[in-house]
């Protein structure tokens, strides 16, 4: 077998998983396939990965065969080469991280092959990522366990059922794009008040850094933690009431059920 892991799409999402994946992984045990070529001359030029001539290539010589194409496109990558996964008398994986694509469509698409699908987030490109992962009835333990090994420089991982995965991929794979409207908003606002708009989405992002780190580090309940910031009268408070005032917890709410909405329906 050529190389460790071999990547069919290397775009905003692949890509963060690539090079977490490239922190224990070389680049020479790594191959990319992309339509266009950019993607892999990229990662080729970045990490010295392979570039490869066609998917096919691909999924004959990489042990982990990753999809990183959108959910419209897997049909036709699963008709390039799912024949080629059925010849395959080695072991392998079939990794993707399409939303919405369960692994029993996937198996319907590429065979009964070992799936495992993951569902990360662009964070783990700076080792902050959140990825949800399960498993079809060909995956081992010994496989999850290689799987963490290989890309624990992505960040935290959580082995989920695979009916929750979609849901909860409405806050960890959507959330970051609500994070950064919210941290350019933050940074607008303080930007308004005088503060130069290079400091103002630093201390933003460092604001969200911190206050995220306190619900995972306390355990504490987020509207405890808010209520620990809000003194009687202070300016706090009067901030939380603007944003209510906003109906700002009830665009979230809509924004993550709107999001998973879709999710669910990325497949059809």
């Known amino acids: ?3 460790e892991l071999g990547f069919i799409g290397a775009g905003n999402m692949g890509g963060a998983v690539l090079e977490a994946a490239a922190k224990k992984i070389d680049g020479s045990k790594i191959a990319v396939y992309t339509k266009s070529g950019a993607g892999a001359k990229k990662y080729n030029e970045l990490l010295g990965c392979h570039m490869a001539q066609s998917a096919t290539e691909i999924a004959k010589d990489s042990k982990y065969v990753i999809i990183g194409v959108k959910p419209h496109i897997i049909p036709s990558v699963a008709e390039e080469i799912a024949p080629v996964l059925a010849e395959r008398k080695d072991n392998f994986v079939l990794m993707s991280m399409a939303g919405g694509v369960d692994t029993k ?5 590429f065979g009964h092959v ?3 699908r993951i569902m990360p987030n662009t964070p783990c490109l700076v080792g902050e990522g959140m990825t949800l992962y399960c498993g079809n009835d060909l995956i081992t333990e010994d496989i999850f366990e290689n799987f963490l090994s290989i890309f ?4 935290r991982f959580d082995r989920l059922e695979e009916r929750l995965i979609d849901a909860a991929s409405a806050v960890t794979g959507c959330g970051p794009a609500f994070a950064y409207m919210f941290a350019e908003a933050l940074g607008d606002g303080v930007l308004s008040c005088g503060v130069p708009r290079k400091l103002a989405y630093e201390y ?3 604001m969200m850094i911190g206050a995220g780190k306190m619900i995972l580090e306390t355990g504490e309940h987020p509207g ?11 300016a706090t408070i009067q901030g939380v009431r603007a944003l209510e005032k906003g109906a700002f917890r009830s ?3 809509e924004a ?3 999001a998973y909405i879709k999710t669910t329906k990325l497949a059809e």
Request: hydrophobic share 50%; charged share 25%.
């Open 114 to 116: 070992p799936v495992l």
């Open 1 to 3: 077998m050529k190389y």
């Open 105 to 109: 469509l996937l198996e319907k698409l």
């Open 152 to 155: 624990e420089a992505a960040g």
């Open 251 to 253: 665009a979230v709410f």
């Open 224 to 234: 405890r933690l808010k209520d620990g910031v809000c003194s009687p009268g202070g």
């Open 204 to 206: 933003a992002a460092q």
């Open 256 to 258: 993550v059920v709107e």
